[in-house]
């Protein structure tokens, strides 16, 4: 039997992880392989499992983050993907949270060795967020370090209003890191699948175990609103109240001002919408740091009109 191929994809939270592996599905369909995806998210509710075909065999890790507690499932469910699919490539969407080598490390058990080859490790760079990182925790900044230090592939996506000054930080940066990595500018995660086919993975070097769950701080929690908001005060809550300690927020929202559901997508100060044609309840995952619940919830509830 051919051994699958591993992509594992990294990257902090909405670095654009979900953006590459919906055009790597595309290819992969295009030169006719049977892809699989596993997804491991740290909330309960998984939003970008809609990212994946239904016919594209899917395994999902929930609540957890592979690093911390799910490093067991995650072999498992591999090897469950592979005993039932047979899949020639298997691509891992990682939490934004998740330590790239311990991943790496769940993929190389030795069970799995039969099964798959060449896991490969592609992080997704949020470039501004990167060039700013001086205002994050010091876990999330050594995380985003790490993330880059041990990529084989490397994306600094969101490179559209990246100045030429900027771009030369981030390949320095790069080069101090990273030297041997192969690294791309991208807007939207667009990289040419030949390339991925055609890269190997280099030597691991020891690495700074960098534990999230309790040290970053992290915290990710679901609000469900009970009816439409306004969109004009869902966007000023954002600009004037929200925490800048949101990362991320995703999830299905109604506004008032406009009939339908939207998918919202929020990641470093902007939000973004695709209309969702399917019935789906009205929740969003948020994900960010030293967060009060109670107090987001009231002022979520608020904007319900
Ligand atoms: N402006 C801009 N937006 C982008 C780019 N790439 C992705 N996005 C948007 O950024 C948001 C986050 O992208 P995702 O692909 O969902 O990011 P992710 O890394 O999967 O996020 P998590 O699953 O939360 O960790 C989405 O709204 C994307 O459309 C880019 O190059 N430029």
């Known amino acids: 039997m051919e051994k699958a191929k591993v992509l594992i994809l990294a990257g902090f939270l909405g670095s654009g992880k979900t953006t590459l592996l919906k ?12 892809p699989a995806v ?10 970008d499992s809609d990212a994946v075909p239904g016919d594209i065999p899917l395994s999902e890790l929930l609540n957890g983050c592979v690093c911390c507690t799910l490093q067991d499932q995650l ?12 899949p020639e490539t298997i691509i891992i969407e990682a939490t934004g949270v998740a330590h790239p080598i311990d991943i ?26 990167w ?18 230090k041990h990529a084989d592939l490397l994306l600094w996506n969101k490179t559209g209003s990246v100045t030429e000054a900027e771009r030369e930080q981030l390949l320095e940066d790069q080069n101090r890191l990273n030297p041997k990595v192969t690294a791309l500018f991208t807007d939207y995660a667009k990289v040419d699948n030949s390339l991925i086919r055609s890269l190997s993975s280099h ?19 679901i609000h469900t609103f009970s009816g439409p908001v306004s969109k004009e005060r869902f966007e000023d809550w954002l600009r004037n109240e929200a925490p800048d300690t949101i990362y991320r927020m995703k999830g299905y929202m109604q506004f008032s001002e406009k009939p339908g559901t939207v998918l919202m997508h929020y990641s470093y100060g902007l939000p973004q919408y695709e209309p969702e044609f399917m ?7 948020i ?16 904007l319900v009109e």
């Open 23 to 34: 055009q790597l599905l595309i290819e992969e369909r295009r030169k006719g392989s049977r």
């Open 38 to 47: 596993l997804m491991n998210e740290i909330g309960s509710v998984s939003i």
């Open 75 to 86: 072999e498992r469910q591999l090897l469950l993907l592979c005993q039932q699919h047979a």
């Open 104 to 129: 790496l490390d769940a993929c190389l058990s030795p069970d799995l060795l039969p099964f798959i080859k060449d896991p490969l490790i592609i992080s997704v760079i949020d470039s501004p967020r």
């Open 131 to 148: 060039l700013k990182r001086e205002n994050m925790s010091i876990q999330s900044r050594m995380l985003l370090t790490e993330q880059v």
């Open 203 to 221: 030597e691991k070097g020891d690495y700074q175990t960098v534990r999230i769950g309790e040290q970053l701080k992290v915290k990710t929690f």
């Open 279 to 285: 019935k789906k309840p009205l929740r969003i995952v």
């Open 287 to 302: 994900i960010g740091e030293e967060l009060d619940k109670d107090e987001l919830s009231s002022q979520l509830n608020r």
